[in-house]
């Protein structure tokens, strides 16, 4: 199993550009997640999916947007982007809800906002 | 929303001591979840401990949850290099909402 994969890596936005992250799991889990880390902080919530053409905002969901049409997939939309995105995203997933289970993380995508 | 705090911020320490991360929240969890993220990696996790005053271990890392549901912490016991990294906790209320700690970096001398 690959786990759970994301894409690009690294990114550069022009102020009001747009962009989707690509995230992907093949461990057939129902929960996915979108995260963002600021340098040096915890990890905060921006949106969750609890299984196919379910999502729903988490804490920070502001500026993004988000689609589950497959088990699999779960990417992230941001449509104009902002020099405040400039953050690192990481994409989570697991087999039941994120606290009563362990989230198995993606490598992360780093995005720059100038 | 409900947060949790995390302390210390940082934690430097010469090779062979201890290191404790702690985790508090105002209101009672439902469970907490603690991860490790090496420098330039991704969070992975560590352990789930659900039960008042439960305690668990693995190998040189000892997680407690306190009696009133509210504090836990990681106690790593002779840190090596490879301990080297930022240490989450997620807290679940019983609201279902799970909150990220700030996390604590921690560095070892050699």
């Not at chain 1, 990114?11 to 889990?29: E, F, V, W, Y």
């Not at chain 1, 941001?78 to 990481?90: D, I, N």
């Amino acid at each position: 199993n690959a786990g759970v994969t994301q894409t690009p890596k690294f990114r550069i936005l022009k102020i009001g550009q747009s962009m989707t992250l690509q995230c992907t799991q093949d461990m057939n889990h129902n929960y996915m997640y979108w995260y963002r880390q600021d340098p040096g902080m915890g990890l905060k919530l921006i949106y969750y999916s609890v299984g196919a053409g379910i999502t729903d905002k988490g804490e920070v969901p502001n500026g993004y947007n988000v689609s589950r049409s497959t088990t699999e997939d779960f990417p992230l939309r941001l449509e104009l982007a902002a020099p405040s995105q400039t953050s690192v995203y990481f994409c989570a997933s697991s087999s039941r809800q994120g606290g009563y289970n362990e989230q198995f993380f993606g490598p992360g995508t780093r995005l720059t906002v100038l | 929303g409900q947060q949790v705090m995390q302390i210390p911020q940082y934690q430097h320490v010469q090779e062979g001591e201890d290191f404790t991360t702690y985790c508090n929240s105002s209101t009672t969890l439902s469970n907490i979840q603690w991860y490790k993220q090496r420098p330039g990696g991704h969070p992975v996790f560590l352990i789930q401990l659900v039960k008042s005053g439960e305690v668990k271990k693995q190998k040189r890392l000892t997680f407690q949850f306190g009696e009133a549901k509210k504090n836990s912490s990681l106690h790593i016991t002779a840190t090596q290099t490879t301990d080297v990294g930022t240490y989450f906790c997620a807290a679940r209320h019983n609201n279902n909402d799970m909150r990220f700690g700030a996390g604590t970096r921690l560095t070892v001398k050699p």
